[in-house]
């Protein structure tokens, strides 16, 4: 079956630094999805993307899907306190979703 | 209510119990998926319904788990003769439709095994 992977498992950063998360799909995915949850809470849907090659924002953060549909990334800016959580990228070729395993970010004050 | 309510929010049992989880989605929303939560991993598919039916079964890890959807609206997940290995956070979500891929998810519920 489809397999969602996730790098780095834990992302340490300190507060203004950037950093960049990967997820990597077995298959061609016809669109991933990227949630955030916090500690103690559940997952929240930040965004979707579905062309081949596309980039979105929202304020310090920019999701990327790959050319070929089996990766994409998430990078975040100027990191804050506010961005500490897990992040999730999960893949979908129809109604199911398999998700990754998460990177996990703490951030430094 | 706004958004996915799950009952309870903990649960403790002992082992060969049965467990009833309850999953109340959003008003209006057609599609209500279960998954499972270990720590320190992502949500793990168990079973997807477009109404009423069971349209994607294929996660359940065995025949000890069954979920139920009648009236299309609030869901059950059963487990029955609970093993500790089914210690997790169950979440529901539900999204407008099975196109609308956006989920949203409930608190979840936290099953402890005993």
């Known amino acids: 079956g489809q397999q969602v992977m996730q790098i780095p498992q834990y992302q340490h950063v300190q507060e203004g630094e950037d950093f960049t998360t990967y997820c990597n799909s077995s298959?061609?995915?016809?669109?991933i999805q990227w949630y955030k949850q916090r500690p103690g809470g559940h997952p929240v849907f930040l965004i979707q993307?579905?062309?081949?090659?596309e980039v979105k924002k929202q304020k310090r953060l920019t999701f990327q899907f790959g050319e070929a549909k089996k990766n994409s990334s998430l990078h975040i800016t100027a990191t804050q306190t506010t961005d500490v959580g897990t992040y999730f990228c999960a893949g979908s070729n129809d109604y199911k979703l398999s998700f990754g395993a998460g990177t996990t970010v703490t951030v430094r004050a | 209510g706004a958004g996915v309510s799950q009952t309870p929010s903990n649960k403790v049992t002992e082992k060969g119990k049965y467990v009833e989880l309850r999953c109340d989605p959003i008003?209006?929303?057609?599609?209500l998926y279960w998954y499972r939560q270990s720590l320190g991993q992502g949500p793990e598919f168990l079973i997807y319904?477009?109404?009423?039916?069971?349209?994607?079964d294929s996660g359940l890890p065995n025949d000890r788990f069954f979920a139920v959807r009648p009236e299309g609206s609030v869901s059950t997940l059963k487990i029955q003769r609970t093993e500790r290995g089914d210690s997790a956070v169950y979440l529901c979500?539900?999204?407008?439709?099975?196109?609308?891929?956006?989920?949203?998810f409930g608190e979840g519920s936290r099953l402890t095994v005993l």
């Open positions: 319904f477009q109404g009423t039916g069971a349209a994607d």
């Open positions: 993307l579905v062309k081949s090659g």
């Open positions: 298959t061609t995915l016809s669109n």
């Open positions: 008003s209006g929303h057609t599609a």
């Open positions: 979500a539900s999204s407008r439709s099975a196109r609308s891929k956006e989920l949203f």
